[in-house]
T-cell receptor, first 112, second 120 residues
Framework: GEDVEQSLFLSVREGDSSVINCTYT??????LYWYKQEPGAGLQLLTY?????DMKQDQRLTVLLNKKDKHLSLRIADTQTGDSAIYFC????????????FGGGTRVLVKP | EAEVAQSPRYKITEKSQAVAFWCDPI?????LYWYRQILGQGPELLVQ????????DSQLPKDRFSAERLKGVDSTLKIQPAELGDSAMYLC??????????????????FGEGSWLTVV
């Protein structure tokens, strides 16, 4: 079955790196995503990784995928106060029409 | 940049009343999704349309929820009667298509700003 888990909260100082972790259970995941949600707003796609990759870098964002352990992480370099938000990990499965299954979200608080 | 439009942004209704949400996906997007996000949780899929057809409504509480996309463009999600536990944000999303092709083929899922529902 599909189950995506994330830690609830992360506090980081401005300028430091943030690492948000996610685990998933379905080994048939096709894509894994990171979305950002600011207060009262919808979801913004930050980045994604195809399941046959192990790393993807996009400016300040680095995604690492360990398929063996079913572990996904998002590293944000030089974290800014504007990065304070809730970050959701999600998986999609080709056989399920590529619908997204989300984790519960990690609230990131960036302190000046 | 094209966006997924939703209305209303906020709705307060009394329990047992009817409520409806509207979504206009990005032009040309064949697939439309309705998700429900309870405060403090991740979004959960309620219903997925491919053009005007429902392809997944397994998590839609069909005794009180209904969704339609009559012309394969905009969509309406209705709740009747509303219950206290329906208080949540209702997110609409769209993508060009739902197939084996993922975001690397341009098939990214875009979300609207959501409709907040409070049932009192």
């Amino acid at each position: 079955g599909e189950d995506v888990e994330q830690s609830l909260f992360l506090s980081v100082r401005e300028g430091d790196s943030s690492v948000i972790n996610c685990t998933y259970t379905d080994s048939s995941s096709t894509y894994l995503y990171w979305y950002k949600q600011e207060p009262g707003a919808g979801l913004q796609l930050l980045t994604y990784i195809f399941s046959n990759m192990d790393m993807k870098q996009d400016q300040r964002l680095t995604v690492l995928l360990n398929k063996k352990d079913k572990h996904l992480s998002l590293r944000i370099a030089d974290t800014q106060t504007g990065d304070s938000a809730i970050y959701f990990c999600a998986e999609s499965i080709k056989a399920a029409g590529n619908k997204l299954t989300f984790g519960g979200g990690t609230r990131v608080l960036v302190k000046p | 940049e094209a966006e997924v439009a939703q209305s209303p942004r906020y709705k307060i209704t009394e329990k047992s009343q009817a409520v409806a949400f509207w979504c206009d996906p990005i032009s040309g997007h064949a697939t439309l999704y309705w998700y429900r996000q309870i405060l403090g949780q991740g979004p959960e899929l309620l219903v997925q349309f491919q053009d005007e057809s429902v392809v997944d409504d397994s998590q839609l509480p069909k005794d009180r929820f209904s969704a339609e996309r009559l012309k394969g463009v905009d969509s309406t999600l209705k709740i009747q009667p509303a219950e206290l536990g329906d208080s949540a944000m209702y997110l609409c999303a769209s993508s060009r298509r739902a197939s084996h092709q993922g975001p690397s083929s341009g098939n990214t899922i875009y979300f609207g700003e959501g409709s907040w529902l409070t049932v009192v």
